[in-house]
């Protein structure tokens, strides 16, 4: 059981970087898979990147892969996703989500998810 808050979304031009965090309140947190997943206007959830709780077991989608980087620090209960070199295309929704249960890369296998945080890529 965890509840989580995303931040750190706003508007950037192509090219440039942003930083999200996602907070995270409970006390299983350390021992929870993470993942992040954002979702466009009039489209599915997409997911981005999930992390094991150790951090030692990461996957990407090919779109973020040496663009995104997750990472989390568990002694924060935090989970974090840097973006850099925007794309148009990265304008979404992006949501931080816990208590997987089936594919990580699946987002109907996921219970839990915070508010998402907006990201708006302009050029």
């Known amino acids: 059981q965890v509840q989580l808050v995303e931040s750190g979304g706003g508007l950037v031009q192509a090219g440039g970087s942003l930083g999200l965090s996602c907070a995270a309140s409970?006390?299983?947190?350390?021992?929870?898979?993470m993942g992040w997943f954002r979702q466009a206007p009039g489209k599915e959830r997409e997911f981005l990147a999930t992390?094991?709780?150790?951090?030692?077991?990461?996957f990407y989608a090919d779109s973020v892969k040496g663009r995104f980087t997750i990472s989390r620090d568990n002694a924060k209960n935090t989970v974090y996703l840097q973006m850099n070199s925007l794309k148009s295309e990265d304008t979404a929704v992006y949501y931080c989500?816990?208590?997987?249960?089936?594919?990580?890369?699946?987002?109907?296998?996921?219970?839990?998810w915070g508010q998402g945080t907006q990201v708006t890529v302009s050029s």
């Open positions: 989500a816990a208590d997987p249960d089936g594919s990580w890369l699946d987002p109907c296998s996921w219970g839990s």
């Open positions: 409970g006390r299983t947190f350390s021992n929870l898979p």
């Open positions: 992390i094991s709780w150790s951090g030692s077991t990461i």
